[in-house]
């Protein structure tokens, strides 16, 4: 499938060190874009530019904490500094820390809000100011189906991503005469190296069970519709969700 071409422009992915972002990074990068790859993981974002060049994409690394002000607010001026400019933000970056809400602490579901919620804040915030001045400007924020419907474990994660989908819209119709868009892309189950340890044959058995195509997806099909959204072709398209899910939200009863 041919790439939605956005050309000339400069991108920030966080969270692309591997998995989805990475995956993200390549479809950008293949449709002309200079990627910046952000990650708390310095090293891993070092590697993830390696395999960006070795495929012919511009790319640079990025050494960024989205939990840590200082730290996104340092890596938006390098971005202003050696590009001058951040056209595109992907929003990827993100943790979770599972348990039952009664034994949820304190602690993990203020890790999680700071990673995910304010994270997405304050790059949004910081990547606009600059989207502004061009008149021009994409944000994406990678959700999850955890945010749309509850499952069992999910304290945090799941209400961080339902609060990354409200801010989408604000800042969608706060931003839509500066040229910006803001949208989300809510994957499902998503086989990456993550959830292939984390998930248990039953957890696995479980989606396969309600997703009406019967398997998980790929890294790759989330980032063509991260591609899509971050492109010149969706320009009339802000303060929308897109589930990218095999139909596992829209399923019921899948057998009769």
Not at 15 to 20: L, P, Q
Not at 34 to 45: L, P, Q
Not at 158 to 186: D, M
Not at 188 to 212: C, E, F, M, N, W
Request: charged residues 20%; neutral net charge; glycine residues 12%.
């Amino acid at each position: 499938m041919e790439e939605p071409v956005v050309k000339n422009r400069v991108a920030l992915v966080t969270g692309g060190a591997g998995g989805i972002g990475e995956a993200v990074s390549h479809h950008l990068g293949r449709s002309g874009v200079s990627v910046v790859i952000g990650d708390k993981d310095d090293g891993g974002a070092q590697n993830a530019v390696k395999r960006m060049h070795a495929a012919g994409f511009k790319a640079a690394s990025l050494c960024m904490d989205v939990s840590d002000s200082g730290s996104v607010s340092t890596g938006f001026a390098k971005i202003e500094s050696e590009f001058g400019r951040c056209d595109i933000l992907v929003n990827n970056a993100g943790i979770a820390r599972g348990n039952y809400f009664l034994d949820y602490s304190l602690a993990d579901w203020e890790a999680v809000m700071q990673v995910n919620v304010t994270g997405t804040f304050l790059c949004s915030q910081h990547a606009a100011r600059m989207m502004a001045r061009e008149n021009w400007g994409r944000i994406v924020n990678v959700v999850s189906i955890a945010g749309i419907k509850a499952s069992v474990g999910r304290t945090a994660y799941g209400p961080s991503k339902a609060a990354i989908i409200s801010l989408t819209k604000q800042i969608a119709i706060e931003l839509a005469l500066s040229g910006i868009t803001c949208n989300a892309v809510a994957p499902g189950p998503v086989d990456t190296p993550l959830t292939r340890a984390s998930h248990s044959d039953k957890t696995r058995a479980l989606y396969h069970s309600q997703i009406p195509m019967r398997r998980y997806g790929t890294a790759d099909e989330i980032a063509a519709a991260v591609s899509f959204l971050a492109s010149e072709q969706s320009s009339y398209i802000t303060g929308q969700v897109l589930a990218v899910d095999g139909g596992f939200v829209v399923g019921g009863l899948l057998e009769r």
